[in-house]
T-cell receptor, first 112, second 116 residues
Framework: DAKTTQPPSMDCAEGRAANLPCNHSTISGNEYVYWYRQIHSQGPQYIIHGLKNNETNEMASLIITEDRKSSTLILPHATLRDTAVYYC?????????????FGKGTKLSVKP | DAGVIQSPRHEVTEMGQEVTLRCKPI?????LFWYRQTMMRGLELLIY????????DSGMPEDRFSAKMPNASFSTLKIQPSEPRDSAVYFC??????????????FGNGTRLTVT
């Protein structure tokens, strides 16, 4: 079973920041937080991951609370092409001590 | 970098027939994963390989499913005999490990299987 809780759906206006929350209260000390997204009819796409510190890359920012029990994925300027299902996953790195278990994710709809 | 390549993109077959799905991982990646996605169950891990060796096949639904990785650049997922409930999108993904660093998974675009 997935170890995360995400809202099933969210809307965001084009050009605004999209903030996607994720709760992972049972996260273990060495488990990472991963975010993937899946655009319709495509395979999941890696976005970002982190352990304790906040992370930023060209796609998004990841904010992890100090107690690591929750996190937020931020898409700073959402576009229509960001409409997708976003998965928050807590896991040891895939292939080392476990594997990525995908929950139901959050369906983000970016509207003009 | 061509990414993970899966074939065919679509497969329609009749119940009882053998189905073979194919995957070419990204060159240099030493982990390969097979996932299945349905509306009811979402994305499920079926099996994964490390250096061509199956590591965990606990997600394979039953003996009708088998997966092989004869070399670092090719893997197959076979269903024999196929049943309508096997209808799903099957994804292949690959990743690599260097020292203590594990790369994220890179997914292919999947094979949509329909069993009538």
């Amino acid at each position: 079973d997935a170890k995360t809780t995400q809202p099933p759906s969210m809307d965001c206006a084009e050009g605004r920041a999209a903030n996607l929350p994720c709760n992972h209260s049972t996260i273990s000390g060495n488990e990472y937080v991963y975010w993937y997204r899946q655009i319709h009819s495509q395979g999941p796409q890696y976005i970002i991951h982190g352990l304790k510190n906040n992370e930023t890359n060209e796609m998004a920012s990841l904010i992890i609370t100090e107690d690591r029990k929750s996190s937020t994925l931020i898409l700073p300027h959402a576009t229509l092409r960001d409409t997708a299902v976003y998965y928050c996953i807590v896991s040891y790195p895939a292939g080392s001590q476990g594997n990525l278990i995908f929950g139901k994710g959050t369906k983000l709809s970016v509207k003009p | 970098d061509a990414g993970v390549i899966q074939s065919p993109r679509h497969e329609v077959t009749e119940m009882g027939q053998e189905v073979t799905l194919r995957c070419k991982p990204i060159s240099g990646h030493d982990y390969l994963f097979w996932y299945r996605q349905t509306m009811m169950r979402g994305l499920e891990l079926l099996i994964y390989f490390n250096n061509n060796v199956p590591i965990d096949d606990s997600g394979m639904p039953e003996d009708r499913f088998s997966a092989k990785m004869p070399n670092a650049s090719f893997s197959t997922l076979k269903i024999q005999p196929s049943e309508p409930r096997d209808s799903a999108v099957y994804f292949c993904a690959s990743s690599f490990r260097t020292g203590s660093y594990n790369s994220p998974l890179h997914f292919g675009n999947g094979t949509r299987l329909t069993v009538t």
